[in-house]
Structures are given as structure tokens and as C-alpha cells.
């Protein structure tokens, strides 16, 4: 029988993974779970992946060159997440080994948080009920409602489009700012850059972490929105230029920001802005629901059935160079 290693640390398996998707696998092979409560090293995978067939990595494992060249019996590694960059994929293709990823499940759970997130900021009600958990009495603060109000959302991918869909329920007016997406709704508009980020009351950091899009949100960009607007990012920390988001906040050149991710480790919101008392931050649980989780675990389990069987599964990242599947799949 084929051996899968999981590489979740003990204390993640069950909340990025789960029991059904762990079930359905054990169905299927033997299956070596990580026993330690931390992200293995190196050294580490290497000694844990001998003689396994598949490995499912954990959202945060790093898969170097070093580790690619020391599995020679591993046929493909599954990561159970959209984002591979801690994965060495042209190593992985010198090796013949698969890389595969999970497509995005969590777009209605993210799209959720940042509605969340845009009430909350918009009513001021993690200050009222921080005020109150301390034992004070906070005054009441008038706040904004959602309708009526122009959201700005970079990046129209489907989370984005999740976004536009119930903010429009709340009777917003919707702008889109995507060089590479053309919305097909008549009802978004599609602005340039800085008519985006000067008419919008929300705007919402969506667009992809890409070389391109690393400080997207910087000092001039800042600068452009209005001081009555808010900040939300729920995509990767490093498209913000923290140290300029903060000097903003502190100047009141934001009314505030709302962060579920940030440059602390594993996208973390990072501590000097989260405290930040025009800030509400979260621990980078925007796509952390039972039915996100479920939708990308068991999709893993589905790609590892078909590389078990000798097929190519969907989400392969370097099917051309995964000579130790095609040598077994069927001419």
C-alpha cells in the first residue's frame, strides 16, 4: 500500500486539514502524520519523507532543493494551499517530482471577514467592546453605514468578486481598479489607480503578491485616499508598506485600517500596527471556516488518488516535468 506524508504540525491538522479529509486518505494509503508541534526543517522532511510516495505540505512547509534531492522515491508534492511560493518547483522539475497546488476555496469566506471587517470599523465596535470587556463605559460614537458608501477594491479575482457581489447587497457603490480583469457587470465601475483610491470610503487590498505588487500600498498611495476612508488587507502583508501605513494612521490621514494580514511570520498581522487603536486586526482567519479548509484538504486527497493511480490530477503546477509520474502513467 502506497505511504502519504502529511506534514501539518500536530496542532494544525485537524484546523487545516480535518477529520473527513484525513479519512478519505487513510482509505487510500498509509499515512505518516507529523507528530511535533512545528513546522519541520529540512533535515527534518527529509528524514520523514523517505520511502513515501506522496507528500501533502502544510500551507507553510518550505520544500527546498535540498529536500528534492534527497527523496528519490517521491513521486509528487501536494500542497495543501494556493500559495507554493516556499516551494523550490524548478528543483522539484530537475528531480522529475510533481508539485501540485489547491485551487481557492475560501473566496465567500474572505469576502465575509472583509464585509466584517468594513461594519466593524465603519461602527466602531471592537473600541466599544474592548471599553467594555476592560470594565469602561465607551460614549457612543456616531458611525457610517455601509449603503450608500463607495467600496474600491484592488484586484478583481474571485475573492473580489465575492466582495462586489454583497457589498452591492448593502447598496454600495462598486470600483474596481484591475489592469489584467475587465468586470462583466455594468454596475462596477472599472477606475485607474488614483480615481480608485481618491473616491473610495473602503478600499480593499485584494490583488496578488507579485513582484510587481510588493508596497503596492505605500506612502503615495496613502496619500491619494481620503482621510475620512478606510484600510482593509486581506491579501498578503507584503503589498503594504507598513512603517508608511502607520505614519498615516498616526497622522489621522486614515480613519482607520482592518489587517488579517500582515509581515510578521506566516502572514501575520504585524504587532506595532495591530495595536494601533484606529486598526482591528486579525490573525489571518479570513479564509479559516470549516467549509474553506474542507474545500482545499479534500481536494489534495483527490489530486494524491489520481497520482496513486498513475494520472496527472488537476492543479499540476510542472506536468511537463514530472518524469517520475509519466513514467508510470499508462502509454
Given at each position: 500500500m502506497p505511504l502519504v506524508l502529511v506534514t501539518h504540525p500536530r496542532e494544525r491538522l485537524t484546523t487545516y486539514f480535518g477529520e473527513e479529509a484525513l479519512a478519505s486518505l487513510q482509505k487510500m494509503a498509509r499515512v505518516k502524520l507529523n507528530p511535533d508541534s512545528h513546522d519541520w526543517s529540512t533535515p527534518e522532511l527529509i528524514g520523514a519523507a523517505q520511502g513515501c510516495d506522496v507528500l501533502i505540505a502544510y500551507r507553510q512547509t518550505a520544500l527546498t532543493a535540498d529536500f528534492f534531492a534527497a527523496v528519490p522515491g517521491l513521486l509528487a508534492a501536494v500542497r495543501c494551499a494556493v500559495d507554493i511560493r516556499t516551494i523550490d518547483v524548478a528543483a522539484a522539475g530537475r528531480e522529475g517530482i510533481l508539485v501540485t497546488q489547491a485551487s481557492a476555496g475560501f473566496g465567500p469566506a474572505v469576502a465575509e471577514w472583509v464585509i466584517g471587517a468594513m461594519i466593524d470599523l465603519s461602527r466602531h465596535i471592537s473600541p466599544s467592546a474592548a471599553a467594555y470587556w476592560q470594565g469602561q463605559c465607551p460614549?457612543?460614537?456616531?458611525?457610517?453605514?455601509?449603503?450608500?458608501?463607495?467600496?474600491?477594491?484592488?484586484?478583481?479575482?474571485?475573492?473580489?468578486?465575492?466582495?462586489?457581489?454583497?457589498?452591492?447587497?448593502?447598496?454600495?457603490?462598486?470600483?474596481?481598479?484591475?489592469?489584467?480583469?475587465?468586470?462583466?457587470?455594468?454596475?462596477?465601475?472599472?477606475?485607474?489607480?488614483?480615481?480608485?483610491?481618491?473616491?473610495?470610503?473602503?478600499?480593499?487590498?485584494?490583488?496578488?503578491?507579485?513582484?510587481?505588487?510588493?508596497?503596492?500600498?505605500?506612502?503615495?498611495?496613502?496619500?491619494?485616499?481620503?482621510?475620512?476612508?478606510?484600510?482593509?488587507?486581506?491579501?498578503?502583508?507584503?503589498?503594504?508598506?507598513?512603517?508608511?501605513?502607520?505614519?498615516?494612521?498616526?497622522?489621522?490621514?486614515?480613519?482607520?485600517?482592518?489587517?488579517?494580514?500582515?509581515?510578521?511570520?506566516?502572514?501575520?498581522?504585524?504587532?506595532?500596527?495591530?495595536?494601533?487603536?484606529?486598526?482591528?486586526?486579525?490573525?489571518?482567519?479570513?479564509?479559516?471556516?470549516?467549509?474553506?479548509?474542507?474545500?482545499?484538504?479534500?481536494?489534495?486527497?483527490?489530486?494524491?488518488?489520481?497520482?496513486?493511480?498513475?494520472?496527472?490530477?488537476?492543479?499540476?503546477?510542472?506536468?511537463?516535468?514530472?518524469?517520475?509520474?509519466?513514467?508510470?502513467?499508462?502509454?
Open positions: 460614549p457612543p460614537r456616531m458611525g457610517r453605514e455601509l449603503r450608500g458608501g463607495c467600496l474600491g477594491i484592488i484586484g478583481y479575482g474571485e475573492i473580489g468578486r465575492h466582495v462586489a457581489r454583497l457589498a452591492q447587497a448593502f447598496g454600495m457603490r462598486v470600483c474596481v481598479y484591475d489592469p489584467h480583469v475587465q468586470s462583466p457587470d455594468p454596475a462596477i465601475e472599472s477606475l485607474g489607480w488614483h480615481e480608485l483610491l481618491a473616491c473610495a470610503d473602503h478600499v480593499v487590498c485584494l490583488a496578488s503578491a507579485t513582484p510587481e505588487t510588493e508596497k503596492l500600498i505605500n506612502a503615495q498611495a496613502l496619500s491619494c485616499m481620503k482621510p475620512t476612508a478606510f484600510f482593509i488587507n486581506a491579501s498578503r502583508g507584503q503589498l503594504v508598506d507598513e512603517p508608511a501605513l502607520l505614519q498615516a494612521l498616526e497622522r489621522g490621514a486614515l480613519a482607520g485600517a482592518a489587517l488579517d494580514v500582515g509581515c510578521a511570520a506566516d502572514q501575520m498581522p504585524s504587532l506595532e500596527l495591530a495595536r494601533h487603536p484606529r486598526v482591528i486586526a486579525t490573525p489571518h482567519v479570513g479564509g479559516l471556516t470549516p467549509q474553506a479548509i474542507a474545500h482545499q484538504a479534500l481536494e489534495t486527497v483527490e489530486q494524491t488518488r489520481d497520482i496513486l493511480q498513475g494520472r496527472m490530477p488537476d492543479g499540476a503546477v510542472n506536468p511537463a516535468q514530472a518524469s517520475r509520474l509519466t513514467s508510470r502513467m499508462p502509454s
